[in-house]
């Protein structure tokens, strides 16, 4: 499990697709080996939720390619 104080050196970012208007968006953070914590842009100094890579980018994918019924 990683302490908080590692997070604290995390760079975060919003998708380049997130705009001002809505505030609805989700942050990352993709400079801490191993690990892409996500957190609500709305409420920076809140939890992360820590998901690994290979998840990640597994989830990624699938937004990638759009919405599937039943695979």
Do not use: H, Q
């Amino acid at each position: 499990m990683r302490s908080s104080a590692e997070l604290s050196t995390a760079t975060w970012r919003k998708s380049s697709y997130s705009n001002n208007a809505a505030g609805d968006c989700i942050e990352i953070a993709d400079n801490i080996p191993g690990l892409i914590p996500v957190r609500d842009s709305k409420n920076p100094g809140g939890p992360a939720i820590c998901v690994g890579e290979a998840a990640w980018a597994a989830f990624v994918g699938m937004v990638k390619d759009g919405p599937s019924l039943g695979g």
